[in-house]
């Protein structure tokens, strides 16, 4: 039987304020535990949460860069619940009145099945809340107890919530890679999954194709894209042996173990909590006008999507170079600082990218931020492939040199000797040289053995040391060779 | 000495006829000898308060004294004071020193006023009697065998038995003017968001007030010039221009419009008590007042209301005195759900118990609509009723309380019966509005009646101006109990 896999993702996107999202203490990652645990952080007696604005700012970013709907005025809601992590006994969260509305993103799937082809989706966004992030439970060190360390409780976070629009696995990558380009893109999270600054919940149910929602199971906290995929993969063939094994499916809150490749069911749908969800009374409803929202719009860079567009119309590019030099933020940047006001030489400078420096950075294990050549040294090295100075493979020579030395594209060339030759009288003399030693190779070239040219041509680099310029000397052997 | 007003203390201490020192320890030697009876204070801290005495006196010697400078002042123990154990009337932090300055403890600080100790409560501000302190009840100082009124009681004797020269009280649903009327002394419970709640105990924050409670009204003036003012630390505050309390004392109150809700004057009220309000009524058209009789017609659903709305924040509010971080922890426990239910279960009294346990009732799952959100409608609808009153009045005016004070144990074993005796202050809690009572006479009994005072919105100064203007036309105020 044919089933319809249905999965929606919910993201926490840890939000790059330098302090908390209702105190001062600092957001900072990897501090000694309940150093960063002030006051509110301990939920003292009489302490009150002051919102941050930076938050909010974030928050109306993702609206923004989602084309969503920013809510005028939005409400902080106490989700109640015990836990030794949860200092004040609730989580300020956001319920029936989220700060963002109805958005969408748009995405590039590459379907994991080698033939079919890449194509392009929307998942659209049901909501995305502000809410403070709990402490944690540190177990291991504590023979019999149980340590707790507050210096995360209170860091903003934004969840992100997608309706169930994913239909595979790679689908869900792809939305979770998008939204993790798109946060660290318009600077609101730093995206780094080790440290927990990006987890997705993931909520996955199988269908008969077009039938009624099946009941999903929810695999929580994944913090790899690896991870997500692996853990779907065995939700949905588990969920799917289940059924037509005569059995159910239970609504459940489950986890992945990497170890194993298997999920494990946490807790089922009879412990859950009822949250006793009511307004802040400490804080008022969040009011954004609109003049806050333009603010926040004229800080927005140009966004992937719109970039790509632009590289398709403006530089000729191919949809799938485009979709690769927008992944991140760095690497556009990077193409643009190299193209300069180069229009022309785009697709040169895109394959260069693409190609030589990206394969470069992964051997190295780097990321573009970390590349040890500048944009600039790249444009000028393009510049003079451009203006006929050096030939590619001397360009390719140049590039190695740059990686392991620095240096500039010219400072290499004059060194190195890399400059190819267009003095066309210096060609012709080398080719009237060649001509004049090869006679029987010349006749028989005359005679009608077109093949022989590339014999001439190798003869000639090898004798230019590999600096003729290659379209001249190709001209120049022709005519000399019609005789 | 200690029936002078705080101005009169004021000029005594800059015209160095005595120290803050002296002052002080008159008070302290004061209460060592009456509180023992009394029960009024939970925490003194001779040597602290000593050393504050110490350093106003240099302030005065320095000539930099303001108004209450150097003047002894008892706070409730709901405000945490650094250094002092801060209760709040509970087990659960019979334990806990507080290790920062609630606003307001702040702020008689910087104006170098002394703490003089910490006054008792009922245990989290909830009760109407003092009788539910973890640290026993109080007496009323004019019959040792009744109570002084609640939540603010151990204030209220300590005023009424000259053991403070002044002192802080916070009213929830009547918890400073209950108690003022009931011992005789004048009590304000401000605008809401006029003093900061930060460093304040919550109870129920939408509801919660700091405010002064005092032998007459002019010092309620000179205390609230100390005690309000924008605070960013609690988003509730309000953002105002700073104002002169006083300022207003000494204007006629000719044409004032005394609104008088027929509602306040019904079934349930105490033919003594009516009979000492209708008297300070008829003083009050003497001195040039009109009276209007207006409705309030949704008054009579402010307790249920209160009932609702109060636990249900209360639940949230007491969710972190969970025994994990600080307080009271259960000395035996088998696993964390028992931790949390034995250190919560001896923690806290039987008061306190009742209210969580219908505060998470009317939150829960199905509950909700039919509890929190109709109480939060008639909320709007009682506001509504005072904005219709003072279209056709200034002030309003009636009874504090149903009863002069009630003998201890008589209400203790019925919550409704203690609950009704709030029906004349609650309504101007939900509403946020300010309101006063002064003494106006007293019962059969001999014991104290309060005339309460409601004022519309930030209309403190007007509201102490005709209280001032009644008290320099009468002597009620200046009855001290005989100890």
New interface residues.
């Given amino acids: 039987m044919q089933w319809e896999i249905v999965i929606g993702l919910e993201v926490h996107a840890q939000l790059s304020t330098n302090t908390k999202i209702f105190s001062g203490a600092s957001t900072a990652f990897g501090a000694e535990p309940n150093t960063q645990a002030d006051?509110v952080s301990?939920?003292?007696?009489?302490?009150?949460?002051?919102?941050n604005k930076g938050a909010v700012e974030r928050a109306i970013k993702f609206g923004l860069a989602t084309g969503a709907h920013i809510a005028p005025r939005s409400v902080f809601a106490?989700k109640?619940y015990?836990y030794?992590d949860l200092?004040?006994?609730?989580q300020i969260s956001q319920f029936d009145l989220p700060v963002v509305g109805q958005g969408a993103l748009t995405i590039q799937v590459e379907p994991l099945s080698g033939n079919a082809k890449p194509y392009e989706k929307t998942v659209r966004i049901t909501r995305a809340h502000l809410e403070e992030d709990a402490g944690k439970s540190l177990h291991a060190d504590f023979h019999g107890m149980?340590g707790?360390d507050l210096n995360r409780a209170g860091t903003p976070l934004l969840e992100i919530v997608s309706e169930p629009d994913m239909r595979s696995a790679a689908e869900a990558v792809a939305y979770a890679k998008a939204l993790h380009t798109l946060v660290r893109w318009i600077g609101i999270c730093d995206g780094n999954m080790q440290e927990g600054s990006f987890r997705c919940d993931v909520n996955v149910s199988v269908r008969k194709p077009g039938g009624e929602l099946g009941t999903r199971r929810e695999i929580k906290n994944l913090n790899s894209f690896k991870f997500m995929q692996q853990a779907i993969d065995y939700e949905v063939q588990w969920q799917i042996d289940t059924i037509e094994n005569g059995g159910k499916v239970q609504q459940a809150t489950i986890l992945f173990n990497p170890d194993t490749g298997e999920t494990r069911a946490m807790r089922s749908k009879e412990d859950a909590h009822?949250y006793?969800?009511?307004p802040d009374?400490?804080?008022?409803p969040l009011e954004i006008s609109p003049e806050w929202i333009e603010q926040m719009r004229a800080t927005l860079p140009e966004l992937p999507q719109t970039k790509q567009a632009r590289y398709v119309n403006e530089f000729g590019l191919s949809a799938y170079d485009a979709s690769v030099l927008t992944s991140s933020r760095e690497m556009a940047d990077f193409f643009e600082a190299a193209l300069g006001d180069a229009a022309a030489q785009a697709k040169i400078c895109a394959n260069w990218i693409i190609g030589e420096v990206s394969a470069q950075l992964n051997r190295d294990g780097l990321d573009m931020a970390q590349c040890p050549i500048t944009a600039q040294q790249l444009g000028g090295m393009l510049a003079r492939i451009a203006d006929g100075t050096i030939s590619n493979s001397g360009a390719k020579d140049v590039f190695r040199t740059m990686w392991a030395e620095g240096g500039d594209a010219d400072a290499i060339i004059e060194t190195k000797g890399l400059k190819q030759v267009s003095d066309s009288g210096a060609i012709e003399a080398l080719v009237d040289e060649i001509i004049a030693a090869n006679a029987d190779k010349v006749a028989e070239y005359r005679s009608g053995k077109d093949k022989l040219f590339g014999f001439f041509v190798g003869l000639a680099m090898k004798a230019s040391k590999g600096k003729a310029n290659p379209a001249q000397l190709n001209d120049i052997l022709k005519q000399k060779l019609a005789g | 000495m200690f029936e002078s007003s705080l101005k009169q203390l004021g000029d005594a201490l800059r015209a160095k006829k005595i120290s803050s020192v002296e002052l002080t320890q008159l008070y302290l030697d004061r209460i060592a000898q009456l509180n023992p009876g009394l029960n009024a204070y939970v925490t003194l801290n001779t040597e602290a308060s000593l050393a504050q005495a110490k350093a106003a006196d240099a302030m005065l010697a320095g000539g930099d004294a303001q108004a209450m400078t150097g003047i002894p002042v008892a706070q409730k123990d709901i405000f945490c004071a650094k250094g002092w154990r801060t209760t709040c009337g509970s087990k659960m932090l019979d334990n806990f020193v507080a290790p920062y300055d609630a606003h307001v403890i702040e702020q008689f600080n910087r104006a170098g006023a002394i703490n003089l100790g910490k006054t008792n409560m009922d245990e989290f501000a909830m009760g109407s009697s003092n009788e539910t302190s973890y640290f026993g009840a109080v007496k009323n100082p004019w019959d040792n065998a009744r109570v002084p009124g609640g939540s603010s009681g151990g204030t209220a004797a300590a005023v009424a038995a000259r053991l403070c020269a002044a002192a802080t009280g916070t009213d929830t649903g009547g918890s400073i003017r209950q108690p003022a009327a009931l011992c005789g002394i004048s009590g304000l419970k401000p605008t809401y968001g006029v003093v900061s709640r930060y460093g304040m105990i919550a109870f129920a924050s939408s509801l919660d007030q700091a405010g002064p409670m005092g032998r007459c009204a002019e010092d309620l003036a000179l205390m609230m010039n100390t005690m309000a003012g924008f605070d960013e630390r609690d988003s509730t505050s309000l953002q105002r221009d700073k104002e002169d309390y006083a300022r207003d004392l000494d204007k006629p109150l000719n044409g004032l419009r005394i609104g008088l809700p027929k509602e306040f004057f019904a079934e349930g009220l105490g033919s003594d008590v009516a009979k000492a309000v209708e008297a300070a009524i008829a003083e009050y058209k003497k001195l040039g007042a009109t009276v209007v009789e207006i409705s309030l017609p949704n008054t009579r659903l402010s307790i249920p209301v209160y009932y609702v709305l109060a636990p249900a924040e209360a639940s949230s509010n007491l969710s972190r005195f969970d025994g994990v971080r600080y307080g009271y922890r259960a000395p035996d426990y088998t696993d964390l759900a028992d931790m949390y239910e034995k250190s919560r279960a001896q923690g806290f009294g039987a008061e306190v118990k009742r209210r969580i346990m219908i505060g998470t009732y009317v939150l829960s799952h199905g509950y909700y609509d039919a509890y929190y959100i109709q109480a939060q409608k008639i909320r709007r609808l009682i506001a509504q009723d005072f904005v219709e009153a003072y279209k056709h009045c200034d002030v309003i005016m009636g009874p504090t309380s149903p009863s002069t004070a009630f003998k201890l144990g008589e209400k203790g074993d019925d919550p409704v019966q203690m609950y009704l005796s709030d029906i004349y202050t609650i309504a101007v809690n939900l509403a946020g509005l300010p309101g006063m009572s002064i003494p106006c006479g007293f019962g059969d009994n001999d014991m104290p009646v309060g005339l309460q005072i409601i004022g519309n919105y930030f209309d403190e100064a007007r509201m102490l101006n005709v209280a001032h203007q009644y008290q320099l036309a009468t002597d009620w105020h200046s009855r001290a109990p005989q100890i």
Avoid: E, H, S
């Fill in positions: 006051a301990l939920a003292l007696p009489g302490v009150l949460p002051v919102l106490r109640n015990f030794p200092p004040k006994g609730y149980t707790i009822d006793r969800y009511f009374p400490d804080l008022l």
